[in-house]
Nanobody, 126 residues
Framework: QVQLVESGGGLVQAGGSLRLSCTPS????????MGWYRQAPGKQRELVAA????????NYADSVKGRFTISRDNAKNTVYLQMNSLKPEDSAVYYC???????????????????WGQGTQVTVSS
């Protein structure tokens, strides 16, 4: 089981900023890509941003382009989401997502798989 630990959510006023972090616990895993999704009440989960761990290419939802920045620290196996100019419509539970590279980790073979964090609440007040 690959556990992803998220932090950094909270309550902020419109126009404010938050930074989310996500790092795996347990063994030192290697990922093909990591990203952030969000789900607001009554809505489907949607991709916010993603980044490959190789060349660092990024992908953003149109609604967050120019306001959010995804980055990663490969040495720490951590992905960040810097969220600026937050809007009330950004309020949601944000989930970290990571695609694990198949391989041996701590003596155990893991097939390629997608893992999710437990989610962190972001609330933006108007």
């Amino acid at each position: 089981q690959v556990q992803l630990v998220e932090s950094g959510g909270g309550l902020v006023q419109a126009g404010g900023s938050l930074r989310l972090s996500c790092t795996p616990s347990g063994a030192i895993f290697r990922f093909n890509a990591m990203g952030w999704y969000r789900q607001a009440p009554g809505k489907q989960r949607e991709l916010v941003a993603a980044i490959t761990t190789g060349d660092g290419s990024t992908n953003y939802a149109d609604s967050v382009k120019g306001r959010f920045t995804i980055s990663r620290d490969n040495a720490k196996n951590t992905v960040y989401l810097q969220m600026n100019s937050l809007k009330p419509e950004d309020s949601a539970v944000y989930y970290c997502n990571a695609e694990l590279k198949a391989g041996l980790y701590s003596g155990r073979f893991y097939s390629q798989r997608t893992s999710w964090g437990q989610g962190t609440q972001v609330t933006v007040s108007s």
